[in-house]
């Protein structure tokens, strides 16, 4: 039992991919950019490389100079608090306080004044001078050098406040005192260095001291000292710059000039508020129990390390994203281009081996009709005139064909102008069915033309518009498969003059409608039996129409044939006969894309 043909058509359609690997543009174009894409993209690998190491790299930079900073600053605050303890109290020892050597005390003093200016007040007491607490400040420097004892004021408030305090704290017998105090209404915090009678510390019998006032500590000298540490700081190029904040016992943020206050850090260091060196902790009293501790932080605002290295590397980043866009819309479009090119060549190739098939063919039978009526052969008059007949067809179709590629030729070169007249549209394709009936008969084609009475005229050139109407009748022959039916109209509609042609045989694929008005194109070898013609048919429509102001389109479906139909515009007012008017495409060799909408 055969199988019916269109059934046949659909067992051995090609599937997309399958048609995708048979193109050899395709093919090509994959190959070329392959090629391609593999050089950039090794690129863009080590590009990126480049990029993650520079981000590391920078990100262990920012870390080392905030860890820097923060050790720095914490050693710089520790020495500047531990100085009045050094180069002061126990500068002036035992020797010099019992009794004063006042000279000595002075200058130490001095120098301690000028070395910590957070210091506001420096004491000395000697039990050879009970009721004399002596106090030396910056007004004490306003005093004459030689007057040396005018510089040591009395105190008694402080005597009366302190002392008691201070002797309390001596029965600890450490050398160190340190404590709070509100002096004259305001915190301070007092240290004092004390001396004792023996070793075994049974009794204070001197002491060396100073205050530092709370609250100009927290806003004069360490905004200033945290200000200056910054201006040392080289700080990174294209980065956020570093900022550093100092944190009291309470939480209260102590911060440089025009700074503010970091909410995220990348390093923290902490220190007692201690004027000695905190290894001598264990012995003071009462700092071991009472101490405040502070806190040094820094880091580049409110940004960790992680997104400023991200964000420092982002534009790099989208300039690389954009570059490799670029880069693949480049290569896409020389792809296509290539594709295109090999699609052409390929193209043209069947094309010559088609025409070569179809002028041979002809040919051929017009050679062996031809010297069978020479050599007398033929003894029936009826078979001489079917042999004149067949001789006739095959020089049409050998004509028709040399006229196409004639036309193309001049059409691409631009040199094809329409001289167009007004006609009756549907005379001419009355005309161009009688020329072909020879050809319908012969294939055993059934033509049925329904041409609507009174059609308006329009402006055509006579020859290239029953050119276009007899390849669509060939065109429709030749896809027909088993059909043999083909219907012609001629009507009005929608301000055109339409000439649709259809058929009821394989019809052409809504991706393949969008390729057959380009030059040397054909539909797939498994849709309609192999490449029929030169390519040239459709193409030489779609040309004629632009050329007369109009279109042709097309309606199609996979085995239910295809309408083909001219679209000629009627012009706004009746015409007469006068003189032949020029017209063209306006467009030099240019093959539609896509197909016209029906």
């Known amino acids: 039992m055969s199988t019916p043909a269109h059934e046949r058509a659909a067992t051995t359609r090609p599937t997309v991919l399958g048609h995708l690997l048979h193109d050899r543009g395709i093919r090509f174009a994959a190959g070329l950019a392959v090629v391609v894409a593999i050089p950039v993209a090794v690129l863009f690998y080590f590009q990126v490389r480049s990029l993650n190491d520079l981000e590391q790299t920078s990100a262990v930079v920012l870390r080392q100079l905030s860890g820097d900073t923060a050790d720095a600053m914490t050693r710089e605050i520790e020495n500047a608090l531990k100085r009045p303890h050094i180069d002061i109290l126990l500068r002036t020892n035992l020797s010099r306080t019992e009794p004063p050597d006042y000279a000595f005390i002075d200058a130490a003093f001095e120098e301690g004044l000028a070395g910590s200016p957070f210091i506001e007040e420096l004491w000395l007491w000697s039990e050879t001078h009970a009721d004399d607490w002596l106090v030396y400040d910056h007004r004490s420097l306003l005093e004459p050098a030689d007057a040396v004892e005018r510089r040591f004021r009395r105190a008694p408030e ?196 088609s025409v070569s098939h179809d002028l041979k063919t002809p040919l051929a039978l017009i050679q062996l009709f031809a010297e069978t009526l020479e050599l007398g052969r033929v003894r029936s008059t009826e078979r001489t005139v079917e042999y004149y007949r067949i001789i006739n067809s095959e020089a049409r179709k050998l004509t028709r064909l040399i006229e196409n590629i004639l036309d193309f030729s001049r059409m691409e070169a631009g040199l094809r102008p329409y001289r167009t007249v007004p006609a009756d549209v549907g005379a001419l394709t009355a005309q161009v069915l009688s020329r072909m009936d ?161």
């Not at 005597?159 to 201070?166: D, F, Q, S």
């Not at 700092?287 to 400023?308: F, K, M």
């Not at 393949?512 to 192999?530: A, M, P, T």
């Open 158 to 353: 402080r005597l009366a406040a302190l002392l008691p305090r201070v002797r309390e704290l001596s029965a600890q017998k450490r050398a160190i005192v340190a404590f709070p105090a509100t002096v004259d209404g305001r915190q301070k915090y007092i240290q004092v260095q004390m001396r004792f009678e023996s070793i075994a510390r049974e009794r204070m019998t001197s002491f060396v001291g100073f205050s530092v006032d709370a609250e100009r500590l927290r806003t004069e000298f360490f905004p200033a000292l945290l200000e200056a540490r910054l201006a040392a700081v080289q700080q990174p190029t294209g980065f956020p710059p570093l900022q550093l904040n100092l944190v009291d016992g309470h939480g209260r943020p102590v911060l440089p000039a025009g700074a503010t206050e970091l909410r995220s850090f990348v390093d923290e260091r902490t220190f007692p508020l201690v004027f000695f060196d905190r290894e001598l902790l264990e012995y003071a009293a009462p700092y071991e129990q009472q101490r405040e501790t502070w806190r040094v932080r820094t880091g580049y605002g409110d940004q960790t390390i992680a997104a400023i290295v991200d964000a420092s590397t982002r534009p790099q980043m989208a300039v690389m994203i954009l570059l490799a866009v670029a880069m693949a819309f480049g290569v896409f479009l020389v792809a296509g281009a290539a594709a295109r090119e090999v699609r052409v060549a390929e193209l043209k190739s069947n094309f010559v081996a």
């Open 438 to 598: 020879n050809q319908f008969s012969q294939n055993q084609f059934t033509v049925s033309a329904r041409i609507e009475p009174d059609l308006p005229r329009v402006l055509v050139d006579h020859d290239a518009v029953e050119q276009a109407i007899e390849n669509l009748l060939n065109n429709a022959m030749k896809y027909s498969g088993e059909s043999r039916a083909i219907e012609v109209d001629v009507r009005r509609r929608n301000g055109h003059v339409e000439v649709a042609v259809t058929d009821h045989g394989i019809g052409i694929p809504r991706r393949e409608q969008k390729k057959i008005f380009r030059k040397f194109y054909r539909v797939d070898r498994e849709l309609g039996g192999g490449p029929q013609g030169c390519g040239l048919g459709l193409a030489i429509v779609d040309h004629t129409m632009r050329g007369h102001g109009g279109f042709v389109g097309v309606d199609s479906e996979p085995e239910r044939g295809s309408t083909f139909t001219l679209h000629f515009p009627v012009p706004a007012r009746d015409i007469a006969d006068g003189e032949p008017h020029e017209a063209h495409s306006g467009d030099r060799g240019r093959a539609a894309d896509a197909a016209r909408p029906a």
